[in-house]
């Protein structure tokens, strides 16, 4: 079956702008997660999804916002956008609330460059 | 607060030689341990998990783990390195005792080469 799919892969934006990414979960899947990866601070988490509400938010400005449809698919958007906001966004999808043991499902990401 | 530490950015190994990824964590409970790999314009892909019980966990692709709750380390191995585990290797963490903590906590990464 399908795995994980992120859209757009690959993004230019100036600083100011916004940026809204999309992420289509594994069929069947309810759960929707989001990571920032960045050469310096790795893999931060931004925000985990389930059934159209979110449950965890990492620690991270306003201006990282997400939401999630009722056919499970979910996007982020970033505002005014910052030159450090340049990284790889990963969305990743789980069958449940992605506690405890429960693994995650990545996609290939979104790598969003600021100029 | 949970952590997770990888000491080593990179590490090399010949082509047949054993291989081993280092990694700490820190959790205030007992924790989920993970490690994923991540190759060149990809995603993370799982490779195994420890839960509890056996200390040595085995995955995917020829990869072990080895759980060690006293030194709090969950060292990745493989007892013979190919080319192609040359990759990005995350460790990571969840609380299995806080509900809230659904994110995954990340190691650093290490750089895994092997070579030919």
């Known amino acids: 079956k399908a795995g994980v799919t992120q859209t757009p892969r690959y993004l230019i934006k100036t600083r100011g702008q916004q940026v809204t990414l999309s992420c289509s979960p594994i069929?069947?899947?309810?759960?929707v997660s989001w990571y920032q990866q960045t050469p310096g601070q790795g893999l931060q988490f931004l925000f985990e999804y389930f059934s159209e509400t979110q449950r965890n938010k990492g620690n991270f400005p306003g201006r990282f916002s997400g939401r999630q449809f009722s056919n499970s698919r979910s996007e982020m958007n970033v505002s005014t956008l910052e030159l450090g906001d340049s990284a790889l966004y990963l969305c990743a999808s789980s069958l449940e609330v992605p506690s405890g043991a429960n693994v995650l499902t990545f996609g290939a990401g979104s790598r969003l460059t600021v100029l | 607060a949970q952590s997770v530490a990888q000491p080593e950015d990179q590490v090399n190994v010949a082509e047949g030689n054993p291989l081993t990824v280092k990694c700490t964590y820190s959790v205030s409970g007992n924790p989920y341990l993970f490690w994923y790999v991540q190759y060149p314009n990809r995603g993370l892909q799982f490779l195994l998990k420890y839960i509890t019980g056996d200390n040595l966990v085995k995955g995917s692709y020829g990869f072990e783990a080895e759980f060690n709750k006293s030194q709090t380390s969950f060292h990745l191995k493989k007892p013979s390195a190919l080319v192609s585990d040359s990759a990005l290797y995350f460790c990571a963490v969840r609380d299995k005792w806080d509900q809230a903590g659904t994110a995954l906590i990340f190691g650093k990464g290490t750089t895994l080469s092997v070579s030919s």
């Open positions: 069929s069947g899947h309810r759960s």
